[in-house]
């Protein structure tokens, strides 16, 4: 059984009102949208159960396929994988990093050479130590999960 193109076929509805933007139907709208945008006006969507909350999106796109039903398992037991405790660890570390160095450098004017020396070696142990992490990180991390850069202590401290 064949259509001429000019014919409507059975299966196929067509609005009177189908001028783009206006009406209840649209020109570009799929069927898909037609029917959503149909059960929303019906209010089919209201009072479903999380309404008006967030939606959790667990992104485990960095995790190997063969390694999510694992990480769910400990994720939703409150665990969570030591490349990621350890990701979190080194941010928390750097922002430390940060105030302390913001903290010296305020006062560095006012700061005597031995001190200076001093607050040089204490700021190049915590770089050594945050680079010894990052490292460790970079070594167990996934390769989709990234590389997180080492930190290189240089000019923060000058003269």
Same mark, same amino acid.
């Given at each position: 059984?064949?259509?001429?193109?000019?014919?409507?076929?059975?299966?196929?509805?067509?609005?009177?009102?189908?001028?783009?933007?206006?009406?209840?139907?649209?020109?570009?709208?799929?069927?898909?949208?037609?029917?959503?945008?149909?059960?929303?006006?019906?209010?089919?969507?209201?009072?479903?159960?999380?309404?008006?909350?967030?939606?959790?999106?667990?992104?485990?796109?960095?995790?190997?396929?063969?390694?999510? =039903?694992?990480? *769910?398992?400990?994720?939703? #037991?409150? @665990?969570?994988?030591?490349?990621? %405790? !350890?990701?979190?660890? +080194?941010?928390?570390?750097?922002?430390?990093?940060?105030?302390?160095?913001?903290?010296?450098?305020?006062?560095?004017?006012?700061?005597? =050479?031995?001190? *200076?020396?001093?607050?040089? #070696?204490? @700021?190049?142990?915590?770089?050594? %130590? !945050?680079?010894?992490? +990052?490292?460790?990180?970079?070594?167990?991390?996934?390769?989709?999960?990234?590389?997180?850069?080492?930190?290189?202590?240089?000019?923060?401290?000058?003269?």
């Amino acid at each position: 059984m064949g259509y001429e193109p000019s014919e409507t076929r059975p299966s196929e509805e067509r609005s009177t009102e189908a001028r783009p933007g206006q009406g209840p139907f649209r020109a570009n709208e799929s069927l898909i949208e037609r029917r959503i945008r149909e059960a929303e006006a019906a209010g089919m969507f209201a009072n479903l159960p999380g309404a008006g909350q967030p939606l959790r999106l667990d992104d485990d796109a960095h995790v190997p396929e063969d390694l999510r =039903p694992g990480y *769910r398992l400990l994720k939703n #037991a409150g @665990y969570a994988p030591a490349w990621i %405790e !350890l990701q979190k660890h +080194i941010h928390a570390e750097l922002a430390d990093l940060e105030r302390w160095l913001a903290r010296v450098t305020e006062r560095w004017t006012r700061t005597g =050479p031995l001190e *200076r020396e001093r607050l040089r #070696a204490e @700021y190049t142990q915590k770089v050594r %130590e !945050l680079n010894r992490q +990052i490292t460790t990180y970079n070594l167990i991390a996934p390769p989709a999960a990234g590389q997180l850069p080492l930190r290189r202590p240089g000019h923060e401290l000058a003269e």
